[in-house]
């Protein structure tokens, strides 16, 4: 039997993120077209988060 208790976590950990991110951009939607890409930004938050960090870093 292999242990996949790693990938649940990072899996309850994107899921939580994936919650947070969809309210965060949903929240700040003004139109339906804005909320729609908000759920798409929801889904790739873990992309934008790296991208930024490595912007932050000049890399």
Known sequence: MSDH???Q???GVYGLGF???LVYF?????SFWDGVYG???AFVWPAY?????LHSLKM
Request: net charge positive; hydrophobic share 55%.
């Open 5 to 7: 208790r790693g990938g």
């Open 9 to 11: 976590f990072a899996g």
């Open 19 to 21: 919650i947070g991110a």
């Open 26 to 30: 949903l929240q700040s939607a003004t």
């Open 39 to 41: 759920v798409f930004q």
């Open 49 to 53: 988060l790296v991208w930024g960090l």
